[in-house]
C-alpha cells in the first residue's frame, strides 16, 4: 500500500508543478505578445521589418504570441525546475535572469545569422537587440511575480 501514497503524491505533485508550468507560461506569453504588439507600433520597428524582409502580421498577430508562449514556458520550466541552483533568494530576479539567458540564446541562433542578410548587418542587429530587450526583461518579471504570487510570497522584492 505504501508505494501508492508516494505514487498518488508524486502525481500531485507532478500535477501541481504542470499547473504553475501553465500558469507562468501563459502569462509571460501574454506580457512577451503585447510588448511586441507596442513595439510593433514603433517607426524603428517598421525600418528593422524593411531590412529583415518581415509582415507585420508575422512580427506580431502570429510569431509573437507563439514564439511568447515557447520562450515562457522555457523560462518558467527552468525557474520551477532548477529554483534552488539560481544564485538569488527574489524570484523575479531569478527569472529575468533566466529570461536574458533565453534572449543571449535568441540572438545567437537567430538574429546573428538573420543580421547578416541586411547591407549594414551591425546596425540591424543592434536594431533586433534593442527591441527584443523589453520583451525578456517584461517576460522575466512577469514569470517571477507570477511564481511569487502562487507561492504565497508576501514581499513584491
Not at 502569462?27 to 512577451?32: A, C, I, T, Y
Not at 527552468?78 to 539567458?101: E, G, H, M, Q, Y
Not at 517584461?138 to 511564481?147: A, D, M, P, S, T
Not at 511569487?148 to 514581499?155: A, F, I, T, V
Amino acid at each position: 500500500m505504501e508505494p501508492q501514497a508516494t505514487g498518488r503524491s508524486k502525481r500531485q505533485t507532478s500535477h501541481e508543478f504542470y499547473k504553475k508550468l501553465f500558469k507562468l507560461t501563459i502569462g509571460g506569453g501574454v506580457v512577451f505578445w503585447v510588448i511586441t504588439f507596442a513595439i510593433s507600433l514603433l517607426p524603428i520597428a517598421a525600418e528593422y521589418r524593411a531590412a529583415e524582409s518581415i509582415s507585420n502580421i508575422q512580427t506580431v498577430w502570429v510569431g509573437g504570441l507563439l514564439v511568447g508562449m515557447i520562450i515562457g514556458c522555457c523560462v518558467s520550466y527552468s525557474l520551477l525546475r532548477f529554483f534552488d541552483k539560481i544564485p538569488t533568494k527574489n524570484p523575479i530576479l531569478k527569472s529575468v535572469i533566466l529570461s536574458f539567458i533565453a534572449l543571449g540564446i535568441v540572438m545567437i541562433l537567430l538574429e546573428v545569422p538573420a543580421s547578416f542578410r541586411a547591407s549594414d548587418a551591425l546596425h540591424v542587429f543592434l536594431i533586433g537587440a534593442m527591441l527584443n530587450l523589453p520583451r525578456f526583461l517584461f517576460l522575466g518579471i512577469v514569470i517571477g511575480y507570477l511564481y511569487k504570487r502562487l507561492n504565497g510570497s508576501e514581499s513584491i522584492l
